[in-house]
């Protein structure tokens, strides 16, 4: 074994041409290796071997003995698999023998008996047929005992049953069934109606109605009689029994239907004893407003719209007190005081659909007719409460020609009122001028004029019935908006050469007031829901880009922004007109304060007082004047833009043009400081309550100009040491000293750079003999 390891290293060896295999060399190797002590444990592992051994024969000698019985049981299950299904093959040819003589035989009987079954059927057909005859001819019977015996509740009840087989037998083929049920029906629910229909005008007539006099005339308005109560027992019974025959009724009776073209709303038939109700107020509404009668005049709309309010009116509490009760008990779903406002609007709109065809080319008529029929709306459904699933005269007006038409006279007298309201003498003047905490945004009256004309379109039309119509209407505000935005741009460019005049102003307050009219309009729900449905539109036509789209689904504009744009920039560019025209005033008359010897100025300690220098009164004047000449005439979010670009202005003429371009002596430094803290910041402290924060360059400017002489020499040579170091710089961008330095004396928005220049400007510096 030693001689296979040597220094501890396999030997390696060919499995083939080695005596020993290589498996047991290595197993003896693992077992017993080069230890001597080992060799005891051979025995026991002799026997474990042997073990193994006889084991793994017994396995062996096992499923050698088991696969052959295997596959003999294998082969045994297929043989008897065969012959079972021989012999299924075999039986199952007999019984198909055996079933086709079968059929042979019997298809004489099959033949036989098709006919009898077809004879039994046809048999039980007729006796359905006559079964459905016999069914109606006993309710037929039962409503003929019934009248006989003057019940005429079961009566009614029995006719609605009849009614209701009438609706099942809809889907049958039977025609002539269907024509002898309808028939019957018809023949009965004519009986009953006319029977209950006069004794339940009776009633209505002992009650006075209808209620078409004044209120002492109404029922009982003074003193009730002694039979009142049977009476509305009566008016009970009989209107609960006329409710009954509501089925029988719709089958027979087709309501009128205006033409499709209106588009109205489905909506279910008058009840019967409704029906019954509203005929003599129908015919009294035919009789006036119908025909050559004088009240049926096309230019006075408000007569017949008013005398349906008044009726609606004068029978809503009789409609609540007495009738809904009695729809409550018979388990009715029906509204009685929205029934009969359903029924009388819709003689309007027929009223409407007959007269709106003549004088849809008469714009005054017809501008009137809009304008009553939008009134009564409104009184409806504010006052007497109609539902805006019902009809209504929104789908007549709203029908394609009556529509189109509309839309014409709303642009026509739009213009118009808008050319009236420019010329007018007040046009440019506020109505509110003489009221300070109403007249913020001193809009003028041509302004607030056609805003309120916007408004009065938008009530108008935001109850229509589809969305469509609606945004008709929006793309015709837009229309309005564009259209007086370019009259009032041709008003403001005949002022150019006044432009702090007050029109010119009046025009710049009426710009900023549309725009932030709108722009409140653009988050009123109506107009947000509009935005809904113009983006669903788009959407559907593809005729906005993905990036306009999102920005309408996600709010982020709205349907007026290509509005307010546009106003916006007018108004901008009105504005920045302004702010020139005063700033080029300002540099004219500051030519002379340019020109002050700021080198050669007495220092402050030899003035007793310090005063304003007199070549600054002429530009700080004329800045004054403007400033308050603006307040007055514009309103304050515009001032206040103004004055914050004036500024700015001002603050860039006296850096770059006063103090750049010249050198101060002490005296020279401290006057335009004085000038500036003292006198021109206070002009502007009257709209703010830091002014320096806008003249900011100005400000800095005089703080490092007057600086004493020691601080003005540290801080220069901070700066010196700042730029030889780099720091301060794009190379070093972190805190330097330079800008802690400055930050520290106030400064903040001058560079160092300018820094460096205003000292330079500076005479008083001690003399080091350099």
């Not at 005891?40 to 396995?59: F, Y």
């Not at 109560?229 to 509501?246: G, H, P």
């Not at 107009?527 to 559907?540: E, K, M, P, T």
């Not at 005729?543 to 307010?564: H, R, W």
Request: charged share 25%.
């Amino acid at each position: 074994m030693a001689g296979m390891k040597t220094g501890k290293q396999e030997v390696p060896r060919d499995p083939e041409s080695c005596d020993i295999p290589y498996y047991v060399s290595e197993f003896v190797e693992r077992e017993i290796g080069n230890d001597c002590d080992s060799l005891r444990k051979l025995g026991k592992l002799i026997e474990e071997l042997s073990e193994n051994k006889r084991q793994l024969e017994e396995q062996v000698l096992t499923v050698s003995s088991e696969v052959p019985k295997r596959i003999q049981n294998a082969l045994k299950n297929a043989e008897d698999s065969r012959k079972s299904l021989t012999q299924l093959l075999e039986e199952e040819t007999l019984l198909f023998d055996s079933i086709n003589s079968h059929l042979l035989a019997s298809q004489p009987w099959m033949e036989d008996l098709g006919i009898l079954i077809s004879q039994i059927e046809e048999v039980e057909r007729h006796l359905a047929y006559l079964k459905w005859i016999s069914q109606i001819e006993e309710l037929s019977d039962n409503i003929q005992q019934y009248l006989m015996t003057n019940n005429v509740p079961e009566a009614a009840t029995t006719l609605a049953s009849m009614a209701e087989l009438d609706i099942k037998l809809q889907e049958s083929s039977c025609s002539h069934l269907l024509t002898f049920v309808r028939s019957t029906v018809k023949f009965w629910h004519k009986i009953l109606k006319d029977k209950l229909s006069s004794d339940f005008e009776e009633i209505l007539t002992q009650l006075h109605w209808p209620f078409i006099g004044p209120p002492q005339s109404q029922p009982f308005g003074l003193a009730a009689p002694a039979n009142a109560a049977e009476i509305y027992s009566n008016l009970e019974t009989l209107f609960s029994q006329l409710l009954k025959l509501q089925t029988s009724d719709e089958l027979l009776t087709k309501p009128k239907q205006l033409p499709e073209k209106y588009s109205l709303p489905p909506s279910p038939s008058i009840i019967l004893p409704m029906q019954i109700m509203l005929s003599p107020l129908q015919k009294r509404f035919k009789y006036h407003f119908a025909g050559n009668r004088q009240t049926n005049v096309l230019s006075k709309p408000e007569w017949y719209l008013t005398q349906v309010l008044m009726w609606i009116g004068s029978h809503a509490q009789f409609l609540d007190d007495k009738i809904q009760p009695i729809l409550d008990k018979a388990g009715s779903s029906v509204n009685a005081r929205f029934e009969f406002s359903r029924a009388l609007v819709m003689l309007i709109l027929e009223k409407l659909a007959a007269d709106i065809p003549c004088l849809l080319y008469d714009d005054n008529l017809f501008c009137h007719l809009v304008d009553e029929v939008l009134l009564f709306e409104r009184e409806i459904y504010t006052v007497h409460g109609y539902l805006s699933s019902f009809p209504s005269c929104r789908h007549i007006l709203s029908e394609e020609s009556c529509f189109q038409r509309w839309l014409t006279v709303e642009k026509k007298f739009a213009l118009q009122k808008m050319d009236s309201m420019l010329s007018s003498e007040a046009a440019w003047v506020s109505q509110y001028k003489d009221i300070t905490d109403v007249d913020e945004m001193k809009v003028p009256d041509c302004a607030e004029t056609f805003m309120t004309l916007l408004l009065v379109i938008t009530d108008r039309y935001k109850n229509l019935p589809t969305a469509s119509r609606k945004l008709q209407f929006l793309e015709l505000q837009k229309e309005l908006v564009d259209d007086f935005r370019i009259r009032l741009t041709q008003v403001m460019k005949e002022e150019t050469r006044a432009p702090l005049g007050f029109r010119y102003c009046a025009i710049l307050n009426a710009v900023n007031y549309i725009a932030t009219v709108l722009a409140d309009w653009a988050d009123n729900v109506f107009f947000l829901q509009l935005q809904q449905a113009a983006l669903d539109v788009c959407a559907d036509s593809n005729s906005l880009s993905e990036l306009k789209l999102g920005q309408l689904a996600s709010m982020e504009s709205s349907v007026f922004d290509d509005m307010i744009n546009l106003l916006e920039r007018l108004k901008h560019d009105m504005l920045t007109r302004q702010v020139d025209h005063v700033f080029r005033e300002v540099k004219d008359t500051a030519k002379l304060y340019k020109k002050e010897r700021w080198l050669s100025l007495p220092s402050q300690s030899e003035q007793a007082v310090m005063s304003l220098s007199s070549t600054a009164c002429p530009f700080l004047l004329t800045l004054r004047d403007r400033l308050l000449q603006l307040e007055q005439r514009l309103c304050y979010s515009l001032f206040k833009i103004f004055w914050q670009m004036l500024a700015e202005k001002v603050d860039m003429l006296i850096y770059q043009e006063i103090i750049l371009a010249n050198h101060f002596n002490e005296g020279g430094a401290a006057q335009l400081q004085f000038d500036m803290t003292r006198n021109l910041f206070p002009l502007f402290s009257h709209y703010c309550k830091r002014p320096e924060n806008y003249l900011k360059h100005i400000k800095e400017a005089c703080i490092i100009l007057n600086l004493n002489v020691g601080s003005a020499l540290l801080l220069k040579d901070v700066l010196q040491s700042a730029f030889e170091n780099g720091t301060g710089t794009i190379l070093n961008p972190s805190q330097p000293p330079a800008t802690a330095a400055l930050n520290e004396l106030g400064v903040y928005k001058l560079a160092q750079q300018d820094v460096e220049i205003l000292l330079n400007l500076r005479t008083n510096w001690p003399n080091t003999g350099k």
